[in-house]
């Protein structure tokens, strides 16, 4: 009898589960993803207001919605990255400029005309210069170089990113190479109009203030839709997760500096957003479901690692883990199919697959999903022995990190189709007896990851 009912159950929620897929529109999916990716989120850098905004506005979607905080009070899981607290208002820059025989000088204004964009280890300096413009094919070397051996200056329009980011007083964060030289920015149409044909040498003679270390607030934003209260799985959780920060603002493409991240991982975002607000009007399901959006991703799984270093719930409570990574662009003749990382070491994929072709979908194996296993949010919950694993619908393009991972390039009927099929998958984590489990080789891999965090 109870069997019976629980397949009359079951079957009720299988159509209701297929009303609320069908809410999934081309529409919403286009709307969402489009938004976060939009020019006006300048690529959702780590630490810049246009990430916290972002952050507000999944919170407010997820409360509209009717889904639950966690913790009471709050939609947001709480980190911090180091940083540097740097003054804008305190640099002095004079710039000399050689060509030939010919010098000239110019005193630059702190704040209006030249602010610090790094920081530097020395705090004075009188010495040759790069100086540089924003689509100098040379910058991001000199920027990403493990050391700098002299200052470097760059022309930036008022309107750039990095320049309203340099104002006054503010953080950076702390990068991992060796700052040694102070990266500053000159606001464009005061430096001399460079001569055809002969190079000009630039000296520098600058000072900055001592930087003061300060925490960059981060924010991982998360919302609960509790098990049905009768439930006897009503302990157990399972995440759905995406990241919702990009690299920002960088070195301009054809003119373009913003790396709008549209496909990584506006999609995986999107993904979480949609599949919250269906979940929230369908019956609650028998395993409590935590969606959560990631910060500091692209940091080094940042966001992630704090979440499974400081959880705000037990960790063995939670027995599977969703993770959603470009899901806007498939490989030729792979519309409307998924690939999961790591799909050898549980029976999550095998889940997951069913799930797809319940709707005529599938799953397909990917050449680097093994690679990529530890490459996302997930790992940070593998670390742990959680089983975890990110599912992608999509390519490495070559638009990937570029300003040109832009909405017009996603294949939106595509990435519908898999945001109804991810709520096929969710719904069977949730409703299955079994959780999903580590296979031999999974429990290998593990050992081995486990081992690797021990020695260190
Ligand atoms: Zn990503």
Known sequence: MRDLCRLACLSLL????????????????????????????????????????????LADRFAKAGLKQLSDGSWFHEFSLPGLLIDSGAVTLKLTSRVGDKSSELELVAGRDVRQWRPSDGLKGDESCTVATMDDPVLQRLLTARSARRPIIIEVPETHAYWQQAKGLHTVLEERRKASRPVLLVRKGLLP????HREIEWSANWSVAAAERADVPQRNVMALLPAREDSDLKKEYVVVSAHYDHIGVGRAKNGDSINNGADDDATGTTAVVLLAEAMAKMPAPRRNILFICFAGEERGLLGSKAFCEQPPLPLDQIVAVLNVEMIGRPEKGNAGKAWVTGSGYSDFASICDRAFQKTGGGLVEFRMANQLFMASDNFSFVRKGIVAHSLSAGSLHPDYHQPSDEVEKLDIPHMTQIIRRLLDVTRELTERDEAPAWNKQGEEILKRVQGQRKKR
């Open 193 to 196: 109009p460079r001569p055809k």
């Open 14 to 57: 299988t159509t209701v589960a297929a009303a609320q897929a069908a809410k999934i529109t081309e529409k919403s999916v286009r709307e969402t993803v489009g938004w976060l990716a939009a020019d006006e989120r300048k690529g959702r850098g780590s630490g810049t207001p246009e990430l916290a905004a972002a952050g507000d506005w």
